[in-house]
């Protein structure tokens, strides 16, 4: 059984399973309302409930007062809806927004996904989340001093479990130890949520997403951001390798250009075998051949910072006005 769950003032509406809170559904549904603990401690969430009822589950009075429950205000990582309800909350659009943390996290996956890329998925402790939004990243903060810098790769939703795509860079101190020993159990500690390349959710505008390797990662963060909330706006997604099997998540790629008809991905090789039947080249040749006026786009693009710039300056010469261009120009981290 699910309720109707109306978030104001931006209007947007979603459901809301009988048995989750406010908060796990709007998270589930890519909406990023403000929270921090999720287990009714800190009183982030607090916000306004304009109609409807709810269960407020474990709520202490020291947190939200019966004083405050009769003058309508609700824990919403606590809350369970009991009928429809509309909520008043503004929801969270700008990295100010979101309280910077230093966790502690556990290694519970390693993944390898190309021959010098691995997934690791780290596990914040229970006590904790970490609110972000879809684009943003974290830095690893390394036991001999010094940090390193990467994207988040999975949507908000899942915020206790955070994957990262890590390049090999040979030589490098961290990522060769990546690659040699780190292994699961492991502890890393890291800072974040940081940085401003984060996908704009009040803009209607067609996207036009580019990647070059790794830089896939903080891609298929808003991706899976924008399929929950079940968007319409046309993506058409640029990823462009060395060679094809630099390429990885085919599958998920794949279901998605099955399951959204809005979603198009082209996949470009520079460096090509005699196997690779699909494009070659580099992504800005085929995006500038592909839309001769680009002046209808938002642009995120993430990857080297030669592909970044050169497409960057490309997509203004053909009518994209700056403030349309979203971009994260990263070397890899070492
Ligand atoms: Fe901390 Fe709800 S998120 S009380």
């Known amino acids: 059984m699910s309720y109707r769950l109306r978030i104001e003032p931006s209007g947007h509406e979603l459901d809301c399973d009988s048995d989750e809170t406010i908060l796990e559904a709007a998270l589930r ?24 009822t709810v269960d407020y589950g474990d709520t202490e009075e020291k947190i939200l007062s019966t004083a405050e429950r009769n003058a309508g205000l609700a824990l919403f990582c606590q809350a369970i809806p009991l009928s429809d309800v ?15 943390k230093t966790l502690p996290s556990r290694v519970s996956k390693v993944m390898d996904m190309a021959p010098d890329v691995r997934a690791i998925f780290l596990k914040i402790p229970a006590t904790e989340r ?3 939004l879809p684009g943003q990243y974290i830095d690893v903060l390394l036991k001999e001093g010094g940090r390193r810098s990467f994207s988040l790769a999975n949507a908000p939703g899942d915020d206790a479990l955070l994957e990262l795509h890590i390049k090999r860079v040979p030589g490098g101190m961290f ?9 699961e159990k492991d502890i890393l500690r890291f800072e974040g949520p940081l940085g401003t390349f984060f996908i704009r959710q009040e803009s209607t505008r067609p996207l036009l997403m580019v990647a070059t390797g790794t830089g ?21 997604f640029y990823w462009g390798v060395r060679h094809a099997e630099d390429f990885y998540y085919q599958d998920l790629l794949n279901e998605w250009h099955s399951r959204y008809a809005h979603f198009r991905v082209i996949q470009v090789v520079s460096r090509p ?6 494009a070659t080249g580099y992504v800005t040749e085929h995006i500038m051949r592909d839309f001769p006026d680009v002046s209808a786009f938002d642009a995120y693009i993430c990857g080297h910072p030669d592909m970044v710039f050169s497409l960057s300056a490309a997509l203004q010469e053909a009518g994209l006005s700056p403030e349309h261009i979203f971009a994260d120009a990263f070397v890899f981290a070492k």
């Open 29 to 52: 549904h890519g909406f990023n309302i403000p929270y921090s603990c999720r287990n009714g401690t800190c009183a982030t969430c607090k916000g306004r409930l304009l109609n409807g």
């Open 86 to 100: 509309a909520i008043e909350v503004r929801e969270i659009g700008a990295a100010k927004d979101i309280q910077i």
């Open 130 to 132: 970490l609110q972000f």
């Open 175 to 183: 990522t060769d130890h990546v690659f040699s020993t780190l292994k």
């Open 216 to 236: 896939f990662a903080p891609i298929k963060s808003m991706l899976e951001s924008l399929f929950a909330q079940d968007s319409i706006r046309p993506v058409h």
């Open 273 to 278: 075998e005699s196997s690779w039947s699909g």
